[in-house]
């Protein structure tokens, strides 16, 4: 007995590789302003079969709106931009978790624009950001470009600027305390016996953070000298392939201490991390030919030698503070531009304990 003519099925179209709302209309027999009606809520203006149709042509061809095309219709793209001068360095990369959490929090995503460090890419990184309809840009980045900064304001979208300053750009600034945290370090080392002491930082020229904590370091050295006998300071600025200078340097600064304590405070994390590879190539110990306070507080900071003493800057509380006012700004929030300073935290290590191995 042959078997049973199988009933046909009504068929969908064969779904293509990315399915349009052409698509869609085409599979539920209606027009393109149809399905748009349909996808923006508005079935009122639709008959129960209508909506119908095009609600099963929608979880057949499994087709999802695109998000930038919502955005462009609503005018928001609920996409945020950060850019940051090098994300090898851990306090970006400790900001902008902080920042993303901040954000999903919100509804917001965040897009990432990283410069390496090469002041020339700030434009593109805010023309490209911008050509992604980002809502608003949070900018960690050297700050050389005052140009770059101001294009995004030109664009009508709100900044928000972490840890460095652009010059003349009225925006929210989140930031350490740079010279609270100075002083923290050198006087920590100061009371620890140390009596010269050298500040060594990246290039500071253009950099606000480095400016702030080089000019902090001076000052703190002036106000010091008149009621601590013998303390000396002096600062260097280092260069990642100049490890020459940097062995140099170090040298020169225990000749100047002499039977003098010497110690030394890095403006980062990577200063600090090229002060451990010099310490290594001298065949010195922290704690006992050199003492060290360095900014930022990594994972690998208590295995090193004795264990490095740091300054923990707040990095997640900047990253969200920073997501924070730029929600509010988009928002609504009109007040005038803010300037948030957080406090460091000393966290002491054998690095600064004159003596232990």
């Not at 990315?18 to 209606?30: E, L, M, S």
């Not at 972490?162 to 989140?174: E, L, W």
């Not at 690998?300 to 004795?306: E, I, L, Q």
Request: proline share 5%; hydrophobic share 45%; glycine share 8%.
């Amino acid at each position: 007995m042959p078997s049973p003519t199988p009933t046909p099925l009504t068929t969908l179209p064969q779904i293509p590789a990315r399915v349009t709302i052409a698509d869609v209309a085409r599979a539920a027999g209606v027009s393109k302003a149809t399905v748009s009606r349909f996808l923006n809520h508005r079935e009122t203006l639709l008959t129960k079969d209508i909506a119908t149709r095009v609600e099963v042509a929608i979880a057949a061809l499994a087709y999802t709106p695109s998000p930038m095309a919502q955005a462009l219709k609503r005018g928001r793209s609920r996409l945020i931009g950060l850019v940051v001068a090098d994300v090898t360095n851990p306090f970006s990369v400790a900001v902008l978790r902080g920042a993303e959490k901040a954000c999903q929090e919100a509804g917001y995503l965040l897009m990432l624009f990283n410069l390496g460090n090469d002041s020339r890419r700030e434009s593109e990184a805010i023309a490209a950001l911008s050509a992604y309809q980002v809502d608003g840009f949070i900018l960690n980045t050297l700050g050389r470009d005052a140009k770059a900064a101001a294009q995004a304001a030109l664009h009508g979208k709100p900044v928000v600027l972490v840890d460095r300053r652009h010059q003349g750009m009225q925006a929210d600034f989140v930031s350490l305390d740079n010279a609270g945290a100075v002083r923290l370090a050198a006087n920590h080392l100061v009371e620890a016996g140390y009596r010269e002491l050298l500040f060594i930082s990246e290039p500071v020229k253009n950099v606000s953070s480095r400016e702030e904590r080089e000019t902090a370091f001076r000052r703190f050295i002036s106000d010091s000298v008149p009621s601590v006998a013998g303390l000396q300071g002096r600062t260097f600025e280092n260069t990642v392939d100049d490890t020459q200078a940097l062995d140099n340097a170090l040298r020169a600064l225990r000749q100047h201490a002499g039977k003098r304590w010497a110690g030394v405070v890095c403006s980062n994390a990577v200063v600090t991390l090229r002060m451990v590879a010099a310490m290594a190539r001298l065949g010195w110990q922290f704690g006992v030919d050199v003492g060290l306070v360095g900014f930022d507080e990594t994972e690998w900071a208590p295995y090193v030698g004795p264990g490095l003493s740091t300054i923990q800057q707040p990095t997640d509380e900047l990253g969200r503070i920073a997501a924070g006012c730029l929600i509010e700004r988009l928002r609504g929030a009109a007040f005038p531009p803010r300037q948030i300073l957080l406090s460091g935290r000393l966290v002491s290590r054998g690095s600064s304990a004159h003596g232990v191995a």
